[in-house]
């Protein structure tokens, strides 16, 4: 098995809504699935510096990274070990963009908090991925 890829996960919230992208279909892992945007953490690099870096670049938005809110641990097809950090963040400045060309997300959006949640409890495996 390869060593553990640490990821970061960003839950911002803005106007009561959450922040979610969709997955690219294009045949890697969890193709079309729902998410909330990260990335992965370059070589010593600070969780929360990495993230904040990340939503930067893949979406064009300013985010402070705050307090942890899942540490998650899954190991794929018995060969890829992923370490998930997930954290409450903060919402600074910035209007999302680059989402075609730097991610090939389709255009990411903030979904209100009740069918958030409602969402995430009934649905979770049909294709909500935290």
């Known amino acids: 098995m390869e060593q553990p890829i ?5 839950i911002i919230k803005k106007n009561n809504k ?11 892992h969890k ?3 729902w998410e909330f945007p990260g990335g ?6 600070n969780p929360r510096a990495a993230l904040e870096r990340e939503i930067l670049e893949e979406l064009g ?13 899954h ?3 018995k060969i890829k070990h992923i370490i998930l950090l997930g954290f409450y963040c903060e919402y600074i400045s910035g209007d999302i963009q680059n989402y075609t060309r730097a991610t090939n997300y389709t255009k990411p ?13 009934v649905n979770f495996d049909n294709g909500l991925v935290v």
Request: glycine residues 8%.
């Open 75 to 77: 190991i794929y097809d």
């Open 18 to 28: 959450y922040l979610i992208t969709q997955r690219p279909n294009d045949g890697r």
């Open 61 to 73: 938005i300013k985010i402070k990274a705050g307090e942890i809110f899942e540490i998650s641990s």
């Open 31 to 33: 193709g079309s699935f």
């Open 6 to 10: 640490l990821v970061t996960a960003a």
């Open 40 to 45: 992965k953490l370059k070589v010593g690099e």
């Open 109 to 121: 959006f903030f979904l209100l908090i009740k069918t958030f949640l409602y969402y995430y409890k």
